[in-house]
């Protein structure tokens, strides 16, 4: 539950008389850094600026594509420069180590309302002029209204669970990390479900090199408003890739799902928000919960704290111990060349290539993970791939999408061409031969916003309407990112706008359960997938159709699958998987029993066992390592050269022939499985993981254990 220590009447109220007081002529000119006190009211008066400058040249732009609630009314560049200034604030250590202190023995978070204090800042430095307001046909206190502003602290092992922040629709949040690491997203609530959208983490950058500078190498974000926000000091993290193969089976079982998962701490937190409102964000929608803090409407300096975190504790801090002071400006070249440094090693790697080096260090890419598909991989790289953006992963931190720092030559030369980049692919095939495998390889290397896996049955909903909104909302962030993109571009350039967004994967797996062939029959089951399958052809190919989207289909009966959506245009692109080969198999043993193998734990004849060569010490089982494998390959080239091959060859234990029907997922567990084995026999010999090694005998009893 929440407390709240002191609460007073809304904006409004405070501050309608002293309007009079407020004679200023000009409007904010163009902030330079020595016009404000303090870093904090630089920050503050920037925010000031946004809002006159939206006002002014924001209107056309809600005229000519919508209602102030779809967050069209910013002025951009204005919300650029404000979200660079933002970019390069940073605590002052010193003065927040009580309150770090603090934080580390509370249990519960505690949001510091730095709203009023904003509020009576702009009214004593006077920075809204009277014309303005006279020009928007608004009173002072009803302008200051849309600012807000707020400090979150989060101790460990805490998340904003208590309380609900929440603005109304068309406010942009401008958040920027300003201690430990977070995961903030949104919650959208369609009937009884609820799901998280535009999920990301933010950590701070520790950087031992530049410790005491770290505190500004985190970039700022911007969410939309309209939806709650909540922020956690946790994440999870698979325990192991095993899961991934299970994605279905996870599902389906959600508890197993978190058993799979385990939590990291990030805490403490500190996150420092500004939102700024639209005119008349009173009157506009917002999804209200229990507990809401919403912007604006809590008008003082308020201190929220959950229930017994602070009041028994004596913090030893009022209201006033909290203080924007405690905020600082980090200069701009500074953040500029840590921001280069950030670039250059998030950056992708294939984001400076071109042609056919690019596509080659494309398929390479792959190569080292997927094993045989050569084929399969080289039309992936020709038709998905070519030609569209690779962004750099620094990129992606503007959730608002509008960071344009991207760009690609071959996008746009396609561009030119008057050809588009393909929006769709289906990969088929049997069970575990790659196909997930290979969808989250083709996200990673577009560096895309993390692919949205779903299910194809997870899209049904029992009422009415309810898929066809599943599957909008499954292209809710990728429309919200391109309108925004859309608005950024040069006038005329619109069309090309989408380069500049980021590219979002959406994956429907097993999709032959819903979009399958559409059936003329009356029942209510076929006319619910009907519309669906409408409603996925209207995003691909319609009139609305989303260019920064990548829609794969994954399933193991194409047959089933609806015509319309395998035409061109729509899952244009398809690609099947088949079941290993004998030599593909070999790739595929080779990829999963690399890692071991670098580490010096497969014995000398599993090593040949795996290469399909002889080893020419019979039994004997040395550990085959790095220096092994240079032994192996001279001892197998003396063989070749003065042993008679066929003799040799009958010799040979070949893994890849013992494997004969394995797909990469049974291959993949077979390495787990003689691993299970050699690490029971460490165990037992009393050697422990330390000795480790995994023999050609543990692979062969694991061949049976597997086809059992
Ligand atoms: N060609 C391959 N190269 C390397 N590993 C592979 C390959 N094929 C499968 N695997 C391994 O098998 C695991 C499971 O594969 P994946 O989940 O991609 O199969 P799938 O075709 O999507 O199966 P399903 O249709 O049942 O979802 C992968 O995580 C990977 O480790």
Redesign the pocket.
Known sequence: MLHLLSMVSGPDVKYGNQISHVETDDQPAIIQPGDASTDFQLLIQMAIQTLVRSDTDGDELVHSYGSASQGLWLNLPAAKELQGLLDRVALKEEEFNPWLQWMKTAPSPLILNLTTYVHDLVIQNEWVSKEHLSLIDTSLGQYISRIVCRVILLPSRSETASFSLVESAGAHVFGKLLYGGVSRYRLLKSGRTVRRVGESREVMTRNNRQQQRRHYRHPSWVQLGGLQRKYEVKHFEHVS?LF??Y??LIRTYLSFWKFCLKAIDMGPAAILELALMPKQWQDLPTVFDKNVILGGACGDMTIAIATGAGEGMNLGHSSSGWHPSMLQLFPDTEVQNDTEDEVSSNGSAFQSLEGKERKDALVAHFRS?????QPQIDSIVRRVLDGRSIYSTHAQDDSSGTAMSRSNIEAKELLLLGLQPVRGLL?Y???????????REIASLLSSRPPKIVAASELLDRWVGGSERLVRELFFDAEQELMMCRLAAVAGDEDSAFLNSALHVIVI??IDAVFRKRAYSNDSGSNVRNSVVNQLLSKLDGVNALPNVLMIG?T?RRELVDPALLRAGRLEVQIE?PL?KRS?RR??LQ??FGALRKKNRLSFSLCCAIDGVASICDGGDIVGGAQAIRGRKRRALKQALCFDFTSTKRNVYDLADETEGF???D??GLVRCAGSRALSRARTDGGGVGSLIITLDDVKEAIEEVKA
């Open positions: 890739s991934y193969s994605n279905n993970s997927v094993g045989g598909l990969l095939g049997p069970s575990g031969v790659g196909k997930t495998l290979i969808v797996d097993e994954m193991n998987i290993p593909q790739e595929i990829i999963h797909s990469g997922a291959i993949e």
